[in-house]
């Protein structure tokens, strides 16, 4: 496929590892993250990891929405499923996250309440407009990139006049948390983990542009490449970032130059911003409170917004105890530090968030990294 | 859930939408999100919105790039 394949071809890829094994400084080592799980998943499934130099090492980020969003608002979702009327709608991986007491939407779904999936945010609004007597809500979720196409569907209800349609907004940015990253106290003080590098959202970036990232590479002097999510993207961004680190240099470049611009998308920012204002402060899983890090609906949208409509609870039960999820999202931690990886946790039966979506960390090594670990034990 | 595949656009629709061919399976979009979208362009597809164009030309100077590296590290002992 055309703008894929390409992007994938495993000679290329050995040759941009040898030019990273020769640039790389022997002397030093070279930490650098990759905040999004679409990169996690590039390189857990291409097998990125193995064709760097041992002293160039790829830290998983936080960057997959369905792993960042907290217990209490699953409960939350679950517990807007759960009232009279309601038919609440979300996408595919929401599903079998796990709120507290093991429960989710699935299990929920099963217990008689009204829960489907949705591919896009359109299906939503034709589910409600289908069923009147229902009240659909969209259980929102996701980046920067899946906020856009949320504002269309409310721009949509607005348009048909549609009174049964809400949305339980859960939209988290991506700069604020790279900085509650930087300014962690792992990060910061206790030197617990190294962070030299980030290689930067690919498609949040088509809508945010790669703008944003100036002002950390700046404050906090760490370079920035942002990168598509195909195998060859990630390789490239890597050796542009050692390269960064050697020149002592700390920029913002991009990679992913065929679909991100220095600007993004202004149509979509501008649909957005219209429509959307701050939440003071936002709960990530691993992160905490993170001020300014999560969008809500702007007062002339009320009509559309579940948690006006509905008096939602806003509990923060704790993670289930033995998951690692929070530390592993803040790089902290590696998926096989969990006792329950591979044994009690498993795609099929997640404990954690980590584990149900594909770009998520623990997901993502069980899928293609275990057996990697296998050889190496053997070896 | 972040995943997003570059898509072909073959026909634009009414309402704002295209058909997208996307490795081979035809799928219609909106397009609400992006402005001067023809067929023959390709787009990236995320949750059923196109999010924006590849810049034909910036995809060529990459795969330019990866190329000139290639020879590069032919040129570096391993
Ligand atoms: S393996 Fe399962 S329980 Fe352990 S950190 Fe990952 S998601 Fe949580």
Redesign the interface.
């Not at chain 1, 496929?1 to 894929?4: E, F, Q, S, V």
């Not at chain 1, 960057?63 to 369905?66: A, D, L, N, S, Y």
């Given at each position: 496929?055309?703008?894929?394949d390409?992007?994938r071809?495993g000679?290329?890829a050995q040759?941009?590892a040898?030019?990273i094994?020769?640039e790389a400084d022997p002397g030093s080592t070279y930490h650098i993250m990759e905040f999004?799980?679409?990169h996690t998943?590039a390189i857990s499934r291409y097998g990125l990891e193995d064709l760097l130099p041992a002293n160039v090492r790829m830290i998983h980020g936080p960057?997959?929405?369905?792993c960042v969003l907290p217990v209490g608002r699953i409960d939350a979702a679950i517990w807007l499923a759960k009232q009279p009327g309601v038919t609440l709608v979300t996408?595919g991986?929401m599903l079998r996250v796990p709120g507290s007491k093991r429960l989710s939407l699935l299990k929920a779904k099963a217990e008689g309440a009204d829960v489907r999936m949705v591919?896009?945010?359109?299906?939503a609004i034709k589910l409600a407009q289908a069923n009147p007597d229902r009240q659909v809500v969209f259980f929102a979720?996701?980046?920067e990139?899946?906020t856009?196409?949320t504002a269309?569907a409310i721009k949509q209800a607005q348009a048909l006049d549609l009174k049964n349609f809400s949305v339980f907004c859960n939209h988290v940015l991506t700069p604020s948390a790279i900085t509650q990253i930087l300014d962690s106290p792992e990060v910061r003080e206790l030197g617990t983990v190294k962070l030299d590098a980030f290689i930067g959202p690919?498609?949040?970036s088509?809508?945010i542009g790669s703008r944003p990232y100036e002002y950390f590479a700046e404050e906090y002097q760490r370079p920035v490449v942002i990168a598509g999510?195909e195998p060859?993207?990630v390789m490239?961004a890597v050796?542009m970032l050692v390269r960064q680190i050697n020149d002592g240099r700390f920029e913002v470049e991009n990679?992913f130059?065929?679909?991100?611009t220095r600007d993004g998308?202004e149509?979509?920012k501008s649909?957005v911003a219209d429509m959307f204002e701050l939440r003071r402060a936002f709960e990530w899983r691993g992160l905490g409170l993170v001020p300014y890090s999560a969008l809500r609906l702007k007062e002339p949208y009320a009509a559309w917004d579940a948690e006006r409509r509905w008096d939602v609870p806003q509990d923060s039960p704790p993670d289930n105890k033995a998951c690692e999820c929070g530390a592993i999202l803040r790089g902290v931690k590696k998926p096989t530090d969990c006792k329950l990886f591979g044994t009690v946790c498993t795609p099929e039966n997640p404990m954690g968030s980590c584990m149900v979506?594909?770009?998520g960390a623990c997901a993502a090594h069980w899928t293609y990294g275990r057996f990697r670990d296998l050889e190496t034990s053997h070896a | 859930m972040c995943l997003a595949l570059p898509a072909l656009v073959t026909e634009l629709l009414p309402d704002d939408s295209a058909k997208v061919n996307l490795g081979g399976v035809a799928k219609t979009v909106s397009l609400a999100l992006v402005s001067d979208v023809k067929p023959g362009d390709y787009v990236i597809v995320h949750v059923g919105y196109a999010l924006s164009v590849i810049d034909p030309e910036e995809a060529a100077r990459t795969l330019e790039l990866f190329r000139e590296m290639g020879e590069l590290a032919e040129d570096v002992p391993a």
């Open positions: 496929m055309k703008y894929i390409e992007f071809d000679e290329v040759s941009i040898q030019a094994k020769a999004c799980g679409g998943h960057g997959c929405p369905v996408y991986d591919y896009s945010t359109l299906d979720i996701g980046f990139t899946t856009p196409p269309v690919a498609h949040v088509t809508i999510f060859l993207d490239q050796r990679e130059a065929r679909a991100v998308n149509k979509a649909l979506s594909a770009e | -």
